[in-house]
């Protein structure tokens, strides 16, 4: 021990340091055992959590920051679709991705709307993420369909692909079983009058409900009359993938467009940007967030369009047509019929429905679109109105000609 003490500090030009007592060795060596065995643990630990601390870094996921997953699973997982990790945030995130247990809330809509405009400013996320598709359902009570839903949704690789609200009248409750996409997913209502701005609020409020969950990321109204045209998967591609909303804007000279216009909406809506369009829109989250923390012309529409001036009709398309034309497709995803004239589109009971109909649907009567700047065989994903009765002979022809079921 002598002799390499004084080998190393020859090695250092002091060679006059002397080695410690022999008494004084064995405490020496239990310090520097116990020392080692303490930076042992300190090194498992910080090696255990270096995944969740290299998964915050822009651009690396969750599944991409293990070091202990073997390769060949590491490629299987990013390539199947069914895989629950491989949209995971790291447990350091889970706070600010994890979606509501329940879509039911004792917020007032005030609260509402302002928890829903929260948005981070960052453009990428720090994990790998699958947008989930958010179904927003504007009914006045019962749900016919539903049973032909479920199946559609049954289609879904994964249940985190999606999410469900509905907003009834107040007070009804739905008795949906367990294994049903639309069990305990009401949301806190009030009272929606068609053709008055209370329509408006509605669809408001189920934006607001849908963006509390920050795994959504597009955004369909829809009526208690809707039915899918085609499978889930279908449906989520053509959603997730576009990059515009499906919103039709159009400028009707006429009485029942700018006839409706109201002086009073100016100068925020001058008369030349006033646009018509659908109720039945699909919005991406980001203009989704823009409706709901919408303070300059909501107020507008709310204290100033009432009949023949009606919101619902008016409101999106004025709105993204003035701050957001580029992000719209200017058209709709469902499907309406009216040929036969009035202030309604048809209603397609059980005699209407049978496979020359919903063949005309998912082929013919898709007419000329585009998508993402190129001509589109498929322009319309959903269609409307069916009545109750037409629930047998969709649940009986669903899995022949809509691929689902």
Partial sequence: MQGAAAAVN????????????????????????????????????LGGGSSTS?????????????????????QQQQACAGSEAADAASPALDRWTRAPASAWHNMSDEELLWAASWQPLAARYPFRRTPKVAFLFLTR?????????????AGAPRRS??????????????????????HGRLVPSQAARWGE???????????????????????????????????FPAVHAYL???????????????????????????????RRQ???GAQWFELARGLAVAVVADARYYPKFRDHCRAPCYADEHYLPTLLTIEAPARIANRSVTWVDWSRGGAHPATFGEADVGEAFLRRLTA?????????????????????????????????????LLGYG
């Avoid at 116990?34 to 042992?40: D, E, N, P």
């Avoid at 408001?204 to 409900?209: G, K, V």
């Fill in 364 to 400: 013919t009567a898709q007419g000329n679109c585009t998508y993402n700047g190129q001509p589109a065989e498929v322009c319309f994903l959903f269609a409307r109105k069916f009545a109750p009765g037409a629930l047998r002979p969709l649940m009986q022809l669903a899995p022949k």
């Fill in 10 to 45: 020859g090695k250092d030009g002091a060679s006059s340091i002397r080695p410690p007592p022999p008494r004084l060795l064995r405490p020496l060596l239990l310090v520097a055992v116990l020392g080692t065995g303490f930076l042992a643990v300190v090194a498992l630990l």
């Fill in 141 to 153: 009570g019962p749900l016919p369909l539903a049973p032909l839903w479920d199946r559609f949704f």
């Fill in 54 to 74: 290299s998964s915050l870094l822009p651009g690396l996921s969750a599944a991409s920051a293990s070091p202990r997953r073997p390769q060949h699973q590491h």
């Fill in 240 to 270: 997730t993938r576009s990059r515009h909303s499906f919103v039709g804007a159009f400028d009707d000279p006429g009485p029942n467009g700018r006839g409706r216009y109201r002086p009073a909406l100016a100068p925020e809506v001058r």
């Fill in 161 to 182: 692909l999606y999410s469900v609200y509905v907003h009834a009248t107040p007070g009804y409750r739905p008795g949906f079983p367990p294994s049903s996409a639309f």
């Fill in 274 to 276: 006033w646009r018509k």
């Fill in 197 to 231: 701005a209370s329509v408006l609020d509605a669809e408001r409020r189920l934006l607001a409900n849908a963006l509390l969950d920050p795994g959504n990321g597009r955004f369909v109204l829809l009526s208690e009359s809707c039915a899918p045209l085609f499978g």
